[in-house]
């Protein structure tokens, strides 16, 4: 049975990534039924919204994908974020003059590995409630002193 261990631990692997899609197929068949966008729709508003935003930092090309690897990662990044978060990010994104980013001509896959550097910036109520915890954490540390 020592043998058989391995085996039975890849096939309980294999079992769960089964199970999540499954649970993702009848998680879309719940939204469809309830009136909700479907995944293939949120997709597509995606790939335009990338698109454009890429079109417009390099006027005249159009973004060529790779659906094979761009579109696991896309799926990926919708299971988190919303349609226009995804859109506002792409923005920010194409309009990063990094070097680094530049020279890989602004491409998806370096999209994805840099998402979280492409948030909006924090809100100045954000900011304020932020300088008050310093301030809080700073007269805390002089107390116990």
């Known amino acids: 049975m020592k043998d058989e261990k391995p ?3 890849k096939l309980l692997g ?5 199970r999540e899609k499954e649970q993702a197929v009848l998680d879309e068949i719940d939204v469809l039924l309830n009136g ?3 995944i ?3 997709l597509k508003q995606c790939y335009s919204t990338f698109a ?3 079109a417009a930092a390099h006027p005249g090309q159009a973004y060529v994908w790779n659906y ?3 579109a696991p990662q896309m799926k990926r990044l919708l299971k ?3 349609p226009d978060e995804i859109g506002n990010r792409a923005a920010r994104y194409v309009a990063n003059n990094e070097d680094f980013i530049v020279r890989a001509r602004h491409s998806f ?5 840099t998402i979280n550097q492409h948030v909006a910036p924090a809100s100045a109520e954000a900011d304020g409630l932020e300088a008050d915890a310093a301030a809080t954490q700073r007269k805390r540390r002089e107390i116990r002193r």
């Open 80 to 82: 988190t974020l919303e």
């Open 68 to 70: 094979t690897k761009d």
């Open 40 to 42: 293939g729709d949120k």
């Open 52 to 54: 454009g935003a890429w």
């Open 36 to 38: 909700g966008v479907s």
């Open 109 to 113: 896959p370096m999209f994805v590995a």
């Open 14 to 18: 294999v079992l769960r990534d089964l």
């Open 7 to 9: 085996k039975v631990i």
